[in-house]
């Protein structure tokens, strides 16, 4: 699985993502649409950085994500938690398709688009019968995707990245292959993971497929139980536009 190495060296690569600055988005957002809330799943938590802000914040959260070294990486950053934070905190492995946690929920959330990477419409209508299964009547599901206008405006990019901490060093290239007639990027990333105490270098090549969404199959893919309280740019309180690389949706459980 491509998310068992990626975990590696995906805390050093997004070190610098705003994870508190995007919670709080999501917490205004709740506010917002729903003030009581106060239970969230997240499909797709990753290493547990969103979650763990969450629960900084009062919520009690429980992450599924498919990775088992991700998982890991999510319960090593609970244990380094005060225990009342901590004790807010749960994870489980589990696909954003298939996962049922026998539990219901005020809000599910799935970030860092998690739901683009559900490329098939099946994949999506599944993805969105989880979210469902898991809301009481009325509780929120808020999620971000590539938004396709704006990616077959401004096309994807080849990119580079370094960082480095005390030990390790890490270049990522990233080669993107748009396919239109698919509404997917292949985003082929070379991965260099440099030890500096050895001095040792480990090549690692992925491919992480991702499919821009458009607001009209949006619609048409989640079916009759959602209903739509909110379209925004990702971080924005602005519209949709063709410089709103990432969108983000606020679905309501009818």
């Given amino acids: 699985m491509v998310f068992d190495s990626y975990s590696r060296y995906y805390d050093l690569l997004y070190r610098d993502k705003d994870y508190a600055g995007e919670a709080a988005y999501l917490v205004s957002h709740l506010r917002q649409h729903?003030?009581?809330?106060?239970?969230?799943?997240?499909?797709?938590?990753g290493t547990g950085a969103h979650a763990e802000h969450l629960a900084r914040m009062g919520f009690t959260v429980h992450g599924v994500d498919q990775s088992e070294s991700m998982l890991a990486?999510?319960?090593a950053?609970?244990?380094?938690?005060?225990?009342?934070?901590?004790?807010?905190?749960?994870?489980?492995?589990?696909?954003?398709?298939?996962?049922?946690?026998?539990?219901?929920?005020?809000?599910?959330?799935?970030?860092f688009h998690v739901m683009s990477y559900q490329t098939g419409n099946a994949d999506l209508q599944a993805a969105f019968a989880t979210a469902a299964a898991h809301l009481r009547p009325g509780g929120l599901f808020l999620f971000d995707f590539w938004y396709g206008p704006a990616v077959?405006?401004?096309?994807?990019?080849?990119?580079?990245?370094?960082l480095a901490d005390e030990r390790t060093e890490v270049t990522r290239t990233a080669e993107p292959v748009l396919h239109e007639n698919e509404d997917v990027?292949?985003?082929?990333?070379?991965?260099?993971?440099?030890?500096?105490?050895?001095?040792?270098?480990?090549?690692?090549?992925?491919t992480h497929r991702m499919r821009y969404l458009f607001l009209p199959e949006l619609a048409l893919l989640r079916g009759a139980a959602f209903e739509e309280r909110a379209t925004l740019a990702w971080m924005s309180a602005e519209p949709l536009s063709a410089r709103s690389w990432s969108g983000f949706?606020?679905?309501?459980?009818?």
């Avoid at 729903?34 to 938590?45: D, N, Q, T």
């Avoid at 990333?189 to 440099?194: D, E, K, Q």
């Fill in 34 to 45: 729903a003030p009581k809330a106060a239970s969230v799943l997240e499909l797709g938590c």
């Fill in 73 to 75: 990486r999510a319960a």
């Fill in 77 to 111: 950053r609970k244990s380094a938690l005060p225990a009342e934070t901590a004790a807010r905190l749960s994870f489980g492995r589990g696909d954003a398709r298939t996962v049922r946690t026998g539990a219901q929920y005020d809000a599910v959330i799935s970030l």
């Fill in 152 to 162: 077959l405006a401004q096309r994807p990019e080849a990119r580079e990245k370094r």
């Fill in 185 to 206: 990027v292949d985003v082929n990333y070379t991965v260099l993971i440099g030890d500096k105490k050895t001095g040792g270098t480990e090549r690692i090549r992925e």
């Fill in 249 to 254: 949706q606020i679905l309501a459980r009818a």
